[in-house]
């Protein structure tokens, strides 16, 4: 059976997250308000604008809904911004931003830089199908990870800097995968949806 998983919708790459889903032969939906996480295996958080869309969970009032499936242990995926959603602490964020706190990371906002600084690149990633190959990694006003805790696994990395991490049933990348074509990492986190 299909794993169900949303994809929040409040801004970001959310038709590229539930594109991505789909051809991995899951049922994929997007999550705008707090009726539409019911009945989900998992979510997703995608890349977007962290601060907008801290506040705009707010205003759908889906940030205490959301926050606590994930503290009950709902799988969660998120790249980019979605990381810093996800992060115990976030560096360089706005006083009135809010994350979940369900990944036991320290992320540090925008810290490969601008848009203009945004960049490709081909990475080493532990723990995916054909792992010998590397991932087509796109940055784009990322994050990178400044700590981890001690249950966090690092799954990648630039440099010293941890962009791929996993803590129990939640993963997060830097980078954005959806927009490759590579489906591994979103292979990957149906895999730990299905594992239960």
Do not use: K
Not at 122 to 132: A, K, Y
């Amino acid at each position: 059976m299909s794993p169900t998983i949303g994809v929040l919708a409040l801004q970001g790459d959310v038709a590229e997250h539930l594109i991505a889903l789909a051809e991995l032969d899951a049922t994929a939906r997007p999550v705008r308000r707090a009726s539409d996480l019911d009945g989900l295996d998992g979510i997703v958080l995608p890349g977007g604008e962290s601060t907008t869309m801290s506040r705009l969970l707010d205003v759908f009032e889906l940030r205490e809904p959301l926050q606590q499936r994930l503290h009950e242990g709902l799988p969660a995926y998120g790249s980019c911004a979605g990381m810093i959603l996800l992060a115990t602490e976030v560096l360089d964020g706005r006083p009135d931003q809010r994350s979940f706190g369900v990944l036991d990371i320290t992320v540090r906002r925008n810290a490969f830089g601008r848009q203009v600084d945004s960049f490709e690149t081909d990475l080493e990633f532990t723990g995916l199908p054909g792992e010998q190959t590397p991932v087509r990694a796109v940055f784009i006003r990322a994050p990178w990870v400044e700590r981890t805790g001690a249950d966090v696994e690092v799954l990648a990395a630039v440099g010293e800097h941890p962009v791929a991490v996993r803590q129990g049933r939640t993963l997060a990348t830097s980078f954005h995968p959806e927009v490759t074509g590579d489906r591994r990492v979103h292979g990957l986190f149906l895999e730990m949806v299905r594992a239960g």
